[in-house]
């Protein structure tokens, strides 16, 4: 009873802040905040080292189906022909340019004697929150038009790649597991594609949930929470996998939906929105180490800069003469934007005992960092589209 206790008082502290973080935006709609801010600053504040009102322990397995939804989320949103246009190509670059500055940048600080755990760190460099981007980038009006394209690009180079990297280079176990869990997840993506196919329009079956997608039955939806539940079961020990096979099923989803594609998103908004995903940004809130952070503030800062210079800075060249000097300043700021991989390369490294506990939590500080500042200014710069003179040279969207 007493686990039940605690698992609803730091419940209802979690649902305290989540609905207080919609509420000040809306009362103060000139404070251009994303939401994502006011969560993790709540978390703090809520969690073991201000306050003392929620402990992150209890609510963690809700915590783990936000995180699973936040990237269920980010690749149903991603629209895959983006990658056979000009904005897939130069995403590509872009992170492969950030990946070798990466390589070069965290070797010298490996041979100062500063990072011990060379491939996390360097890793991390490279990554792109675009699960906590898209619902800032979207209720903002940043994912219309050309700019949407390209920031939808980049966003998921930066987040699927250093994925893929993780599972390959940094398995739990041993390459053959993480292989083996690779091949598993691309197996789950075929047989949702097939499902799409056996699923004719007028079989039997495409009736069933057609008919039951909506009011007492939700049949689609449910479909959706067991596949992600599934997921992150099956993988208990290799999560970072199971965050590879939310994503992929978010891209595999929105194919196999359909004509019901809209009708499925904003279901999933409202499960993943109205209730879990503000469940994981405030617990990752609770779990930021303040004092590892204070005791190393230098490294903070060492990281934060890293982290603009060698993920952002490329995307003021690599886009240059297809957006506007302003929106490749958003681009930058919107790529460097880290959180959830690095918060997952930094256990990592404790885990196995390669990286020094002070550069786990400088890491996630600079992480966090990221994620209260650059979306903010991006935001902050923004102007309609309709404000900026059209390009000759830009992409048809």
Known sequence: MNDVGSALDSLLAIAVVAALAPLLLGLFPRVRIPQVVLLLAGGIVVGPQVLGLAAPAPVEPLADLGLGFVFLL???????????????????????????????????????????????VALAMTTTALGTLVPVLRENGMLRGRLGGYLMAGGAAGELFPILAIAVFLGIANRFVALLSLAAVA????????????????????????????????????????????LLA??????????????????????????????????????????????????????????????APLRLALFFGLMVALRGLPALLVYLGVLSLRER????????????????????????????????AALVGAAVLTVLVLPTLAVSIHRPAAEESPRRDAPSP
């Open 234 to 295: 099956v993988t208990e020990r290799f999560h970072l996998d199971a965050v590879l096979g939310a994503f992929l099923a978010g891209m595999v989803l929105r194919r196999w939906a359909g004509p019901s594609a809209p009708v499925l998103e904003e279901k999933l908004d409202v499960a993943g929105h109205g209730f879990l995903i503000p469940i994981f940004f405030v617990y990752s809130g609770m779990t930021i180490d303040l004092y590892a952070i204070a005791q």
């Open 329 to 360: 300043v958003q681009t930058a700021l919107v790529t460097a934007t880290a959180l959830p991989l690095v918060v997952a390369l930094a256990q990592i490294g404790l885990r196995n005992g390669t990286m020094l506990p002070e550069n786990a």
């Open 74 to 120: 980010a690749g149903y949103e991603l629209d895959q022909r983006l990658y056979r246009q000009d904005a897939g190509r130069r995403a590509l670059l872009a992170w492969t340019v950030s990946l070798l500055l990466a390589l070069g940048a965290v070797g010298l600080l490996t041979w100062l004697g500063l990072v011990r755990a060379f491939v996390p």
């Open 187 to 230: 197996v789950l993506a075929v047989l949702l594609a097939v499902a799409s196919r056996v699923m004719r329009p007028g079989g039997r079956l495409a009736r069933v949930f057609a008919e039951r997608q909506h009011e007492t039955s939700q049949l689609t939806l449910r479909f959706t929470v067991l596949l992600l539940v599934l």
